[in-house]
């Protein structure tokens, strides 16, 4: 069936460096993607999408890779700072829904 | 920015209780959407709602459960007997369109204590 997988539970970096968290996807028709995180007690946060029709999207401190040959996606953080503390998702959409895995936890060392 | 909002930020119920939780999505959206999360685990969907219909609804959402939009502003999910295991947070979320092509935007939740 469908998955969205992320390849690491957890990622842990220190403040400044840059983060690289990764997600494999099953659906080779899949032409939308999504990149959300989650802080903690809140409701997931929108952070940056890309079509299938790109393999690079920039936003600020963001950038999202899309390799399609191996069904990879993977988000990119410049600079990591301590409010990048979260739980990072790329859910697998489909119809009318959004299936969210277990995400990636990002620790940002001070 | 447009944000969705959900009211209360936590309720406590006692089991066999009503509740009803509220959500005001953005305004020009039109595809509704309650998800839940389990403390400590993953965001699972529940049910999604366009034109005052029920689009897709997951296992979960049960005969328990109903959504409604009672005016033009407000989007409810009901829980008719709370049980101790529907102690989740409840996640509202609105998007412009469906279909899987469209950002759906989440509100900050309602902690739901069951007792």
Redesign the interface.
Same mark, same amino acid.
């Given at each position: 069936g469908e998955s969205v997988g992320l390849h690491l539970p957890t990622l842990s970096v220190q403040e400044g460096d840059n983060s690289i968290i990764n997600c494999a996807y099953s659906n080779s028709a899949s +032409?939308?993607f999504?990149w959300y995180k989650?802080e903690s007690?809140?409701?997931?946060? *929108?952070i940056i +999408?890309i079509r299938s029709n790109m393999d690079k999207r920039q936003g600020q401190r963001v950038t999202v890779l899309l390799n399609k040959t191996v069904k990879h996606l993977s988000l990119q953080i410049a600079a990591t700072q301590p409010g990048d503390s979260a739980v990072y998702?790329c859910p697998l959409?489909?119809? *009318?829904?959004?299936?969210?895995?277990?995400?990636t936890r990002l620790f940002v060392k001070a | 920015e447009p944000e969705v909002t959900q009211t209360p930020s936590h309720q406590v119920t006692q089991m066999g209780q009503e509740v009803i939780l509220r959500c005001v999505p953005i305004s020009n959206h039109l595809y509704f959407y309650w998800y839940r999360q389990i403390l400590g685990q993953k965001v699972e969907f529940l049910v999604s709602f366009y034109n005052n219909e029920i689009s897709e609804k997951s296992e979960i959402f049960d005969d328990q459960f109903s959504v409604e939009r009672p005016d033009g502003s407000n989007f409810t999910l009901k829980i008719r007997s709370t049980k101790l295991e529907d102690s989740a947070m409840y996640f509202c979320a609105s998007s412009e369109a469906g279909s899987g092509n469209y950002i759906q935007y989440f509100g900050a939740g309602t902690r739901l204590s069951v007792l």
């Open positions: +032409d939308y999504i989650q007690g809140k409701g997931p946060q *929108f +999408d998702f959409l489909g119809g *009318f829904k959004t299936i969210f895995g277990a995400g | -």
